[in-house]
């Protein structure tokens, strides 16, 4: 997919530099008219621009999960002065969709290079970090591992039912 839409890319270096450095407002603006959702139209512009500009080492997906990442991660990212009440509850069956909510928009607001391990880390299903997959599979496969038992995990929150960790 060409990023550009088919319009002759004939941008200057620092207006595409722009563009992406401010994605996360202009991503908004883009018509939904081509194909595809937005944000792997971002990812795809964002992967164009790193090969084209950057000498980035990293695989193209981890290119692409970042700037996916940039788009879903709407959590707040002021920490309250105190959590003085809160409950902890295991992620079971009932509470997987709570777990999804969190991880997709909350625990990684402002790292989001952080945002597609989905804390696979200790499993062995974890991939190598020079093939990364995509976030959406990362998330399905520790969703797998939480609901067979594989994996356990807890979600704080508290009084007012917003998730607090």
Not at 58 to 79: D, F
Not at 116 to 126: K, Q
Request: glycine share 8%; charged share 25%; proline share 8%.
């Amino acid at each position: 997919m060409d990023p550009t839409g088919g319009r002759d890319r004939t941008v200057s270096s620092w207006v595409w530099t722009t563009f992406v450095e401010y994605a996360v407002q202009l991503f908004r603006l883009w018509p939904d008219d081509r194909g595809g959702t937005r944000t792997t139209r971002l990812g795809d512009a964002y992967v164009a621009h790193a090969r084209e500009v950057h000498d980035w080492p990293y695989p193209e997906q981890a290119i692409r999960n970042y700037a996916e990442a940039t788009q879903r991660l709407t959590g707040g990212s002021e920490r309250p002065p105190a959590i003085e009440d809160f409950e902890i509850h295991s992620v079971t069956d009932d509470r997987i969709d709570d777990w999804r909510s969190f991880f997709d928009h909350d625990a990684f607001v402002g790292v989001p290079k952080w945002a597609a391990c989905y804390c696979l880390a200790p499993h062995p299903s974890c991939p190598p970090d020079n093939d990364p997959p995509h976030w959406t599979q990362d998330r399905e496969t520790m969703t797998g591992l939480l609901t067979a038992g594989g994996a356990y995990g807890y979600l704080a929150s508290s009084p007012d039912a917003s998730r607090v960790g």
